[in-house]
């Protein structure tokens, strides 16, 4: 297989993978929510701790979305040098350069 292939293969791993792990985010929110006005509990020990687990989920959820942002301006940073990196390669095989003297 060549190169392009096995980025476009990766590239598609990649993103079922993150498709994946936003779906079972969801799926773990639904189930807390689900529990948490739930009646299967009866004393008020088990209620604290379904209502701690709530209030420890959405607690980490909203630092990991203010968290978000960077790392959004980070990616932004990593692509816009990579969009240079190949557009300079690009010219210079199409100056029929190729790959030879200094530099990129």
């Known amino acids: 297989m060549n190169k392009k292939g096995q980025t476009l293969d990766m590239v598609g ?12 985010v969801f799926a773990v929110l639904y189930g807390i929510s689900a ?11 088990s209620k604290n701790a379904t209502a701690n687990l709530e209030l420890n989920l959405t607690s ?3 630092l990991f979305a203010a968290q978000i942002p960077t790392v959004f301006k980070i990616l932004a940073v990593v692509l816009a ?18 790959m030879q003297g200094g530099g990129l």
């Open 60 to 62: 980490g959820i909203s």
């Open 81 to 98: 040098l990579s969009a240079i990196v190949i557009l300079i390669v690009y010219v210079r095989r199409m100056q029929g350069g190729g």
């Open 35 to 45: 529990l948490s006005p739930s009646t299967m509990f009866t004393d008020d020990a």
């Open 13 to 24: 791993g990649m993103v079922l993978g993150v498709m994946v792990l936003i779906f079972l």
